[in-house]
């Protein structure tokens, strides 16, 4: 997949192609069905199927107090767009200059212009243009003028719930793994690395592993079902305390996890880390003496180790996959 991160790095004659604009944060199952559809359309059409997505967040720069934690940081974003076959991402830097341009603006300079588009898919929300002035009604009447058709999408549900973004947030932020895992077509998951200053060597030594500060977003504090993959070497069981650990002094925030399936293996403090977050166990809470809080530990390590060994018995529907 190519990966453009400005518009000045699209050639000249690119096209045709069919294009989804978005976030696309999370790359969720609402995300994956309309990008699944560009890229039949692309086919039929003999064209590029592109995503067209932003960094920063606009909302960062629009409204900083109100900006999200993000679901999938850019890296995580283009490796999963990746993975859905697209021939291309175009990563606009979304700045003040950028923000100002008109719905005209956007759609015969960028999608019709540098992008070639014959076709443009978007869910039936749609908002584009300075202070999101324009939806779906405008996307269509410019198309019509500039050589390109609009497909709308309706909304994805499971169940009851509409598959959103913000959804997942919400979800993942309660500690609702399940549901999110659900919204999202995968669990839930952070990349990071291993925390510095904890005595970081060549090679991971004992059962535990703390991750870097993650400043994106996090389950709420508590006890987690997880699964650790280290690099490409090793993939880990775990039970993860997210949170202030407040039995031991100082509350300070730290992401710990207890690997079950432990193994020594080669580690650096570039190693990247993946933990992805199955099912909470409990919330976090303190202790009255350390030998209390071990107790509570070992039970948790038996409730996690009976969720792995029912996810892996064969034909099971909700089988462990990271």
Known sequence: MQVFRSL????NGFGPSVVAVGNFDGVHRGHCGIIASVRERARELGAKSIALTFDPHPV?????EQAPKLITPLPVRLELLAATGLDAVVVIPFTAAFSQLSALEFA???LAGLLGAVEVHEGDNFRFGHNASAGIAELRTLGETLGFRVVTHPAVRVGKLIVSSSEIRRRVAAGDLSTARRL???PFSIHSTQARGRGIGS???VPTINLAAYDELLPG???YVTRLRVGEEAVFDGVTNAGVRPTFGEPSYAIETYLLNFREIE???ETPLELCFLKRLRGERKFETPEALKAQ???DVKQAQRFFALSRIPGRRNSVRT
């Not at 960062?60 to 900083?64: E, G, V």
């Open 8 to 11: 000045e790095e699209i050639p």
């Open 60 to 64: 960062r720069l629009l409204r900083p």
């Open 108 to 110: 015969s300079g960028i």
């Open 184 to 186: 999202l077509g995968r």
């Open 203 to 205: 090679r991971l030594t």
């Open 221 to 223: 504090d508590g006890v």
């Open 267 to 269: 580690l650096t403090a």
């Open 297 to 299: 530990i070992l039970r």
